[in-house]
């Protein structure tokens, strides 16, 4: 019984990190087995802590938080360095953003997240990273539950999120939908790279 609670607790703990509709995390840990009629309610030993070798255990196999991609690819904390990420409060703001990407030729993405989102809080800290290596770059987060933005999100027609727009001398140079990493960083490169 306390095995389960321990379980439901960090599955709880993985759908926020992982977010809630991702399919990893239905392979990251097996439904814990149901009790036969013949089970007891009460554990006859105590149940046993929880490893301290970042694992979980579940049935026979052994979950290392090591092994998963999330925690090889980035560190846990935010970053510390400058950032050019500017938040978008108005409509006002994004169209002065906007003019100052397309008429003034800057460089800048234009990021539709939304607080709920799971993949926005996984990609989150990893634009954070992005935008220090590219400090020449803007990034202008727009939170797509902010009143007074639904006309702007209809015109671009934004519909899921995270949503990235590229721009690049002046024009819409690429588009990211989605929590893809490797799409994102790449294009960062091909897009924004100086020698």
């Known amino acids: 019984m306390a095995r389960n609670s321990i ?13 809630s509709n991702s399919r990893t995390f ?4 097996p439904s814990p ?17 929880f490893p301290s070798g970042s694992s979980i255990l579940s049935g026979s196999s052994r979950v290392h938080f090591s092994n998963l991609p999330f925690f090889q690819s980035r560190p846990l904390s935010s970053p510390s360095g400058p950032s050019n990420i500017v938040l978008i409060n108005s409509e006002n703001d994004f169209n002065s953003s906007l003019s100052k990407a397309q008429d003034d030729s800057v460089p800048a993405i234009f990021y539709f997240t939304a607080v709920w989102c799971g993949p926005c809080r996984f990609i989150g800290p990893i ?3 992005l935008s ?15 009143e007074g933005l ?20 002046g024009k819409k ?3 990211v939908i989605g929590a ?7 294009t960062m490169e091909k897009l924004y790279k100086t020698d």
């Open 127 to 129: 634009i954070g990273e």
């Open 7 to 19: 379980l439901s607790s960090h599955r709880q703990v993985l759908r926020q990190i992982i977010g």
């Open 180 to 186: 893809d990493v490797a799409r994102l960083t790449n």
């Open 150 to 169: 639904q006309s702007i999100l209809s015109k671009l027609n934004i519909t899921s999120v995270p949503t990235l727009h590229f721009f690049q001398n």
């Open 132 to 146: 220090e290596k590219y400090p020449h770059v803007t990034t202008y987060k727009i939170d797509i539950d902010q």
């Open 26 to 29: 239905q392979t990251l840990l």
């Open 33 to 49: 087995p149901t009790p036969t009629p013949t089970s007891s309610l009460f554990s006859p030993a105590p149940p046993k802590p």
């Open 173 to 175: 140079a690429a588009e």
